[in-house]
């Protein structure tokens, strides 16, 4: 039996990970009514992801869940490699205070329970209608939507009519199956055994203190210290190894021998894995956008799957909401829909090369040539290993809606000062500022737009407000006295002087079809 829903959403969302939920909740937020089908019944009760970053914490600031979501986090610890030998080769470790982003740079948490804080926070939205336990079979876009046929747990089945729809589906993803796109091998496939341990107090006094990375020949390894208790093992699969017998408990702790004993903690989780580096063909075909593993999947080197999947959905939400809104009418419309796939695939593409280095390095399975590739790091440092902070991994926008001028700081992620406000209390910047467009200026630039621009913000900055210097620094460095931020935090371009602001902001009007320039930019 069918039967259609008589409500047309503004957006449908498949999928109710943590992209699908940060999409809801961010969509939701603005008002749009929103509907979210989901396969499983509740959350997933076992951790997969372990890695956060600063980032991402600032688009869960905007949700309004960092309070809620911090018990089950704590700070990255360093990460350090060691070679054939057993020497120190490498250090990963955090960007030095003040943090840019406002939040400590790279952190482990805990994912049910931070899946939990996210769903809560969407099911306070009047807006969003979340359906849990049913599964999308069909999905037929047109040019006025999208529509979706979805079978209850019953056997019922029911039509959901949206005008846009994204995938947040998974790897597995049943919606790009079904419109027939292409993912692009990115060249690295690899099986490797994933281990969640629940350590107790004699176990954890025998482990190293820091995250380690085993870059050893025999069998590439990881370690990461996660919240409280837990740690994770990844442990590389040998060639002619069963998969499904090393995920057994009594294999799993033979591997695991070399650190711990079963007197040590319990096995929470241990699973195979085949480590894919993925990217989809089309993030958007007509009405219909993929998002999260459903457009791609990277090695987890460097703990950014997750992170690269709300990436997704902060860059796409706002634009969608735009158009959605009429703010954004025409050509115009479907050249900003265009730019997420253009900014996201690129961004996505180049952190995965940047992962494959690094996975490189862990991964070199020839002693003569682990030796070697020991012996080149160490001299390129001059024999004294640096710390390298995870963050100056992580690339920036190349193309898409930016600025027609490559100046330094266009398409970087706008740091988040803490500013003090006139009664004396410090807030990070969005809190003063909103997450709309923002023209931050540097301190003593004199700037006002010859008509009002209704819902962009200005931030005049005063060295006594910056007072750790987060953002003037940043312009400072980049050689600007302004920068326009987008709704996602990037940064669409700067001015090198007071005379380049008024240019700036117009060319942004015309990129979204407004001829008064960002006067309705929200």
């Known amino acids: 039996m069918s039967s259609a829903d008589d409500t047309l959403y503004d957006v449908a969302i498949v999928g109710y990970g943590p992209a699908g939920q940060v999409a809801a909740a961010l969509l939701g937020q603005r008002g749009l009514k929103v509907y979210v089908c989901e396969r499983l019944p509740d959350v997933y009760q076992i951790p997969r992801a372990i890695a956060l970053d600063h980032e991402i914490m600032r688009v869960f600031q905007q949700i309004g869940v960092v309070q809620d979501i911090e018990p089950f986090t704590e700070p990255f610890t ?9 020497q120190l080769i490498r250090r990963m470790t955090m960007v030095a205070p003040p943090h840019p982003q406002g939040y400590t740079p790279s952190i482990v948490f805990t994912q049910p329970p931070v899946e939990r804080a996210l769903r809560a926070r969407v099911a306070r939205l009047p807006d969003v209608t979340v359906a849990l336990g049913v599964e999308m079979r069909e999905i037929v876009p047109d040019d006025r939507g999208v529509s979706l046929r979805v079978d209850g747990p019953c056997g019922d089945s ?4 949206a005008r846009y729809a994204i995938a947040c589906d998974g790897g597995a993803s049943g919606v790009r199956t079904q419109l027939g796109i292409g993912m692009e091998d990115l060249d ?3 099986p490797w055994l994933v281990v969640d341990v629940r350590v107790n107090e004699r176990g954890l006094a025998r482990l190293p ?12 390894c990881t370690m990461v210290i996660g919240p409280g208790n837990h740690r994770r093992w990844e442990i590389s699969i040998l ?3 069963d998969p499904a017998h090393l995920a057994t408990a009594d294999a799993t702790w033979k591997l695991l021998s070399r650190w711990l004993s079963p007197q040590d903690g319990e096995l929470w989780r241990q699973a195979s894995y085949r480590f894919h580096a993925l990217v989809a063909r089309q993030w958007r075909q007509g009405r219909v956008f993929l998002a999260g593993d459903a457009a791609h999947m990277q090695p987890p080197f460097l703990g950014q799957g997750m992170c690269q999947g709300i990436r997704d959905v902060a860059n796409l939400s706002w634009k969608l909401a735009a158009v959605l809104a009429g703010e954004v009418q025409g050509a115009a419309a479907q050249a900003l829909l265009d730019s997420y796939g253009t900014e996201r695939q690129a961004h996505v593409r180049e952190l995965t090369r940047r992962i494959k280095a690094v996975g490189a390095v862990i991964c070199e399975r020839d002693p003569d040539k682990a030796r070697a590739r020991d012996a080149q790091l160490l001299r390129d440092c001059g024999g004294v290993v640096p710390d390298t902070p995870r963050q100056d991994i992580l690339p920036r926008l190349e193309e898409g809606l930016l600025s027609g001028k490559a100046r330094a700081g266009r398409g970087s992620l706008f740091p988040q000062p803490w500013l003090a406000g006139a009664d004396g209390q410090r807030r990070r910047m969005d809190e003063v500022a909103g997450h709309g467009w923002r023209l931050v200026l540097a301190p003593d630039v004199a700037w006002q737009p010859v008509d009002p621009m ?19 620094g940043w312009l400072r460095r980049h050689e600007c006295v302004a920068a326009l931020v987008r709704p996602d935090h990037y940064v669409f371009g700067v001015a090198p002087g007071a005379g380049d602001i008024a240019a700036l902001c117009e060319e942004a009007g015309e990129a979204l079809g407004r001829t008064a320039g960002v006067a309705s930019m929200t």
């Open 158 to 161: 029911r039509v959901v009519r």
């Open 454 to 472: 209704e819902g962009l913000a200005i931030v005049a900055l005063t060295d006594a407000d910056d007072a750790e210097g987060v953002a003037t």
């Open 209 to 220: 203190k820091v995250s380690v990375q085993y870059c050893e020949p025999q069998r590439p």
């Open 188 to 190: 690295f496939d690899e």
């Open 78 to 86: 360093n990460s350090e490699y060691y070679g054939v030998d057993g």
């Open 239 to 241: 060639p002619g190894e």
